[in-house]
């Protein structure tokens, strides 16, 4: 079972930027960023193939997040900039030992292991 810690929210005006990080306990082939904003349901924000380092992002934050990872650190890294307030949500990390089909990797159901949250809020 991988373990998964994140960091790096806070809370920052529009236009700023910020940076998650997720240090996972072991070697993981995808992880990914999710986030939650209350009321609506947990979406996919960006993924990555930790091999090949082939990366998946939501459309709505194409241009302005990059997703990362450093292989020897078995860490995950979210930069985000341009920060709109409509990105106000608890973000997450998530893990599966399995290997899903890119089509998956923005979908909560495909990971099975998830890191606890950390809240980003972007005030207008």
């Known amino acids: 079972q991988v373990q998964l810690v994140e960091s790096g929210g806070g809370s920052v005006q529009a236009g700023g930027s910020l940076r998650l990080s997720c240090a996972a306990s072991?070697?993981?082939?995808?992880m990914g960023w999710f986030r939650q904003a209350p009321g609506k349901e947990r979406e996919g924000v960006a993924a990555?193939?930790?091999?090949?380092?082939?990366?998946y992002y939501a459309d709505s934050v194409k241009g302005r997040f990059t997703i990362s990872r450093d292989n020897a650190k078995n860490t995950l890294y979210l930069q985000m900039n341009s920060l709109k307030p409509e990105d106000t949500a608890m973000y997450y990390c998530a893990t599966d030992p399995l290997w899903p089909p890119p089509d998956r990797l923005l979908k909560p159901s495909t990971f099975r292991y998830w890191g606890q949250g950390t809240q980003v809020t972007v005030s207008s």
């Open positions: 072991g070697y993981t082939y995808c």
């Open positions: 990555i193939y930790f091999g090949s380092g082939s990366t």
